[in-house]
């Protein structure tokens, strides 16, 4: 490190933060470290364990996508559970039938997946508030009973998928693989997500999902724009489809049911809608918390899931990172103003 | 011809279930602006109650009427204590609720009743009706439920509460500087709506046979009736849920395997909604920026 640089470090130690750190630089070495926890995790953990994780992460991708479109551009979609199928299908079906790698089904069911989400965005340009939630309720319903209809889906029995193995040479196995895989995966997508959301297509969502007369007098094309967030959430969601099918290695119309649409809400709203973060947080309930609601009661574990969701929505209605986010956004402001206040001191005595 | 005016009645049979629960999700969103996924288990757990009654000798109608007032103050309690510390957040965490009430109302049913299918007598003889045309049962179930919406119409339109509540649901701010009580009202909203859904729910109960997720599908097409007719519009509710009674009857005799008549039915309805977006009988919104 050269001395400029390192006097530019010791000058933003200097000024304001947490314990000397501003607040920016505090979330950048959190997000290394989630990162390093993440890649450190799996040898730490049991085979079965790891292969949670790899659902939690595939879970935060799905619930990504859905938070694209309902948070950041105000569409509600109870429909998404069809989307992942679709993506979860399109990889199945090109690894069995075409014998595709599976590493390589994942463009092709981003491409469905975004095909198909502005292929359904066009109609949903009429529909509002409950009409599209009833639309997409409507096609999460239909998505068993068509997959089950015809045989190129592998009907009812669904498709088994040959297992997704390492690269030779390489000394992790199977899954742990897979983890690292769909790990990689979820870290372009936050990235992706995240590049998008803080630039033009971002602001111009949230323009539309504000106030959508006043977003189209300025300019924006709310049609446009409305059918890109379609598609680029149903993107992300056929994406993560795709890996649960690589993962899990068998898809089944039965897996696709209504049930997973609405999990993908709940998961949204629980972590927060309009946050990145927050999706993580809804993998994480989507996979455990049923499972440790079966812990606490095996009569009826789905009475104390609905009790999960009653006191969170209630503790927490923006979701967790939602009513966290205003708290660092406020202590942000507070050290960037005595920054700012510190700059102004430091000016004057250098001036004198 | 004779098959299909068969159709036709006992597609205006189930048509009379859905409309019933449609209406009940009508009164629900016109006072909150909110979309009751519950509303189906609602009325599933209050045909357990009837079914209770029935099975502990109590007579018919009796045990008709005391599921009624149950359901009624049960509506009125889950406004009160579980959609009320909702009622200012975030539409999605409100709709989060109802799911998770539609879970929990669903787990305690299998808990309590467990998941075998019961059977629930019908006071209806189920005997064929001129000329097999239709069958009593089937005439019973639409006159109940017409019988229902004249007494919700007369009780809307002529009674001073009536009145009350749809100034509380129209303007709520107005409302209360009327000296309406806006809370209550909504309650007794939520309330009538599940008395509603309890009629229902027993009038299906003898032809689907009740178990916990009896009326998981009922959702779907009440929602869509309701939608059909516009959310705003309960006369369009009613007309909706028939709509789509006739039209998922027809269709399933008619155009498709019965595998798919869901979907196809939903197809159709979809592809009229994209012409009238706010339903057939439902108003747009108009927005001032």
């Known amino acids: 490190m050269n001395d400029s640089a390192a006097a530019i470090a010791t000058e933003k130690l200097a000024i304001g933060g947490i314990a000397g750190l501003r607040v920016d630089t ?22 079965y364990h790891v292969f949670e994780l790899t659902l939690v992460m595939i879970y935060a991708i799905a619930v990504l996508g859905l938070n694209i479109l309902t948070g950041y551009n105000g569409q509600i979609s109870l429909g998404h559970g069809g989307f992942f199928a679709a993506g979860a299908y399109a990889a199945a079906i090109l690894m069995h039938r075409y014998g595709v790698p599976y590493w390589a089904t994942l463009p092709a069911a981003a491409f469905v997946g975004f095909a198909l989400g502005v292929l359904f965005g066009l109609p949903a340009l009429r529909f509002e ?7 997409t309720l409507a096609m999460a319903v239909a998505t068993p009973q068509t997959l089950k209809y015809f045989s190129w889906t592998g009907g009812q029995q669904g498709i088994h998928l040959a ?3 390492p690269p030779p040479g390489l000394p992790i196995d199977r899954d742990r693989w897979l983890y690292f895989f769909v790990l990689v995966v979820l870290l372009i997508a936050i990235r992706v997500a995240a590049n998008m959301l803080n630039g033009r297509t971002g602001r111009a969502w949230m323009a539309i999902r504000d106030h959508s007369i006043a977003a189209a007098a300025m300019g924006i094309h709310t049609a446009r724009y409305k059918t890109l967030a379609f598609g680029t959430s149903t993107l992300f969601t056929a994406v993560a489809g795709a890996l649960s099918a690589i993962v899990v290695g068998f898809v089944a119309p039965e897996s696709f049911s209504l049930f997973l649409s609405l999990s993908f809400l709940v998961g949204s709203a629980v972590g927060g809608i309009a946050t990145i973060g927050g999706a993580i947080l809804g993998g994480f309930f989507i996979e455990f918390v049923p499972n440790f609601a079966n812990d606490i009661s095996d009569a009826a574990p789905w009475a104390i899931y609905g009790l999960a969701m009653l006191l969170f929505m209630y503790a927490m209605p923006r979701g967790v990172v939602g009513s966290v986010g205003p708290l660092v956004a406020w202590l942000r402001a507070r050290t960037r103003r005595s920054a700012a206040g510190e700059q102004v001191l430091s000016n004057s005595t250098s001036a004198k | 011809m004779h098959l299909f ?19 009940a999700l009508v009164m629900i969103y016109r006072a909150t602006d909110l979309v ?33 007032v149950v359901s009624f103050i049960g509506g009125m309690l889950i406004e009160r204590i579980v959609i009320r510390p909702v009622e200012n957040a975030p539409v999605l965490a409100a709709v989060v609720v109802t799911i998770g009430l539609l879970l929990i109302l669903n787990a305690l049913a299998g808990w309590l009743f467990t998941y075998t299918l019961q059977e629930f007598p019908s006071p209806f003889p189920d005997r064929p009706l001129f000329g097999a045309l239709m069958t009593t049962r089937d005439l019973g179930i639409i006159a109940v439920t017409l019988v229902m919406l004249g007494l919700l119409f007369v009780f809307f339109r002529f009674t001073t ?13 107005s409302a209360r500087l009327c000296g309406i009580k806006v809370g209550r009202m909504l309650a007794i909203g939520w309330g009538l709506a599940a008395a509603i859904g309890a009629t229902a729910g027993i009038m299906v109960a003898p032809i689907l046979f ?6 998981g599908g009922v959702l779907l097409y009440a ?37 798919l008549k869901l979907t196809v039915a939903l197809i159709l309805i979809i592809v009229v909604l994209v012409f009238r977006p706010n339903g057939l009988f439902g108003t747009a919104i108009v927005r001032r920026v």
């Not at chain 1, 979330?27 to 993440?38: N, Q, S």
């Not at chain 2, 996924?37 to 045990?63: E, G, H, K, R």
């Not at chain 2, 009740?210 to 009326?215: H, S």
Request: charged share 5%; net charge neutral; glycine share 10%.
């Open chain 1, 26 to 47: 505090w979330r950048r070495l959190g997000i290394a470290a989630l990162i390093v926890l993440a890649a450190a995790l799996p040898f730490g953990l049991s085979n």
């Open chain 1, 129 to 135: 508030g409950p009409y599209l939630a009833l639309v």
């Open chain 1, 163 to 165: 297992k997704a193995m």
């Open chain 2, 5 to 23: 005016l068969q159709q036709i009645f006992s597609g205006l049979a189930a048509g009379a279930i859905y409309a019933s629960m449609a209406l």
């Open chain 2, 36 to 68: 009751n996924f519950a509303q189906c288990d609602m009325a599933m757990f209050s045909t357990y109650i009837a079914w209770m009654l029935v099975n502990a000798d109590v007579p018919y109608w009796a045990a008709f009427a005391i599921t009624l």
């Open chain 2, 161 to 173: 509460i009536g009145l009350a509540m749809r100034a509380a649901a129209q303007n709520p701010a």
């Open chain 2, 210 to 215: 009740l178990d916990p997720n009896m009326m």
């Open chain 2, 223 to 259: 929602f869509t009736g309701a939608l059909l007719g516009g959310i705003t519009s309960p006369v369009g509710a009613v007309i909706g849920g028939l709509i789509v009674g006739v039209t998922e009857n027809l269709v399933g005799t008619y155009l498709i395997a019965s595998q």
